[in-house]
């Protein structure tokens, strides 16, 4: 007589491992959603370049005024340009200005909110103070003052000028974190065996506080995106380098709605909505990943 027997994957498989990440409840339904969008928009703006001819995007580089056609998918806008070239370079500049404004910002965010608290005292009241301080004042009136003052705009200038108030709220989120992850059990034993404040903060801390960095940091990619596109739409940005903001000003300009040219307008509007909900969806499950009360919710 003869039993079946089941072969069962070892422990460390990686068929094992996908059976465990797919049942990790962290890994919720928004965060993969949120991560599959930004996975195509990442590859879009990668290989988008490569697929069309900048000089395509340039003034007068083809008929002014056609609609969307197998020629020029997107149809040309007022000044002659292709706008699906324009897209194509449009979008990675604008995720550059984001992920730029978001880096600057979360370090510096996370640099000060590790300050405050974990050392305290004056120097945590000093920047709780001017971090809340500035969170009330309109960012985008100060970033108009900055921009307007700026001879000439670039993508880079551009991200530093958005940067500048893009560590108030990973400051304030992060600090919250630092004063309860400072005051747990395994902290003060460590404390007491004689490790200093930066190995605290190094060994004890930061790894505790990477969730929440990663979500900081999607917030503020967001933050500064919104920001950005806001200030392009004004005409504030680097004017003849493609954007989506840069994209959204022209068709301003040139009345491009009143004209019926939906093909100008409606394009890069859709991607930043996607790219938002995108980005919203990655901070929500980033969100439920770090905090298990809201998993539980």
Same mark, same amino acid.
């Given at each position: 007589?003869?039993?079946?027997?089941r072969?069962i994957?070892?422990?460390?498989?990686?068929?094992?491992?996908?059976? /465990?990440?797919?049942?990790?409840?962290r890994?919720?339904r928004q965060?993969?959603?949120?991560?599959?969008?930004?996975g195509i928009?990442?590859?879009?703006?990668l290989?988008?370049?490569?697929?069309?001819?900048p000089?395509?995007?340039?003034?007068?580089?083809?008929?002014?005024?056609?609609?969307?056609?197998w020629?020029?998918?997107?149809?040309?806008?007022?000044?002659?340009?292709?706008?699906?070239?324009v897209?194509?370079?449009?979008?990675?500049?604008?995720?550059?200005?984001?992920?730029i404004?978001g880096?600057?910002?979360?370090?510096?965010?996370?640099?000060?909110?590790?300050?405050?608290?974990?050392?305290?005292?004056?120097?945590?009241?000093?920047?709780?103070?001017?971090?809340?301080?500035?969170?009330?004042v309109p960012?985008i009136?100060?970033?108009?003052?900055?921009?307007?003052?700026i001879?000439?705009?670039?993508?880079?200038?551009?991200?530093?000028?958005?940067?500048?108030?893009?560590?108030?709220?990973?400051?304030?989120?992060?600090?919250?974190?630092?004063?309860?992850?400072?005051? /747990?059990?395994y902290?003060?034993?460590?404390?007491?065996?004689?490790?200093?404040?930066?190995?605290?903060?190094? /060994?004890?801390?930061m790894?505790?506080?990477?969730?929440?960095?990663?979500?900081?940091?999607?917030?503020?990619?967001?933050?500064?995106?919104?920001?950005?596109i806001?200030?392009?739409?004004?005409?504030?940005?680097?004017?003849?380098?493609?954007?989506?903001?840069?994209?959204?000003?022209?068709?301003?300009e040139?009345?491009?709605?009143?004209?019926g040219?939906?093909?100008?307008?409606?394009?890069?509007?859709f991607?930043?909505?996607y790219?938002?909900m995108a980005?919203?969806l990655?901070s929500?499950?980033?969100?439920?990943?770090?905090?298990?009360?809201?998993?539980?919710?």
């Amino acid at each position: 007589m003869t039993t079946a027997t089941r072969s069962i994957p070892a422990s460390g498989g990686l068929g094992a491992r996908i059976a /465990r990440t797919r049942k990790d409840p962290r890994w919720t339904r928004q965060l993969v959603w949120g991560l599959i969008l930004l996975g195509i928009l990442a590859f879009v703006a990668l290989i988008g370049p490569f697929t069309v001819d900048p000089k395509m995007a340039d003034v007068t580089a083809a008929i002014p005024r056609l609609p969307p056609s197998w020629e020029h998918w997107l149809g040309t806008d007022a000044q002659g340009r292709d706008l699906w070239s324009v897209m194509m370079l449009a979008i990675p500049n604008t995720l550059k200005i984001g992920l730029i404004a978001g880096i600057v910002g979360t370090v510096i965010g996370v640099v000060l909110a590790l300050i405050a608290g974990f050392f305290g005292g004056v120097t945590d009241a000093t920047i709780r103070i001017i971090s809340d301080s500035l969170l009330t004042v309109p960012g985008i009136a100060i970033l108009v003052v900055i921009a307007a003052n700026i001879e000439q705009m670039t993508i880079e200038i551009m991200a530093l000028t958005v940067a500048a108030l893009s560590w108030m709220f990973p400051t304030r989120t992060i600090r919250a974190q630092v004063l309860s992850i400072r005051e /747990r059990s395994y902290v003060e034993v460590a404390r007491a065996n004689g490790v200093s404040p930066l190995g605290l903060v190094f /060994r004890e801390v930061m790894p505790n506080l990477l969730p929440f960095i990663a979500a900081s940091f999607v917030g503020a990619v967001a933050g500064a995106m919104l920001a950005s596109i806001g200030l392009e739409a004004l005409g504030l940005g680097a004017i003849q380098t493609p954007t989506l903001g840069i994209t959204i000003y022209w068709s301003q300009e040139y009345t491009a709605v009143l004209r019926g040219m939906w093909w100008w307008w409606f394009p890069p509007v859709f991607v930043i909505s996607y790219i938002f909900m995108a980005l919203f969806l990655t901070s929500a499950g980033m969100d439920r990943f770090a905090n298990p009360r809201l998993r539980q919710g």
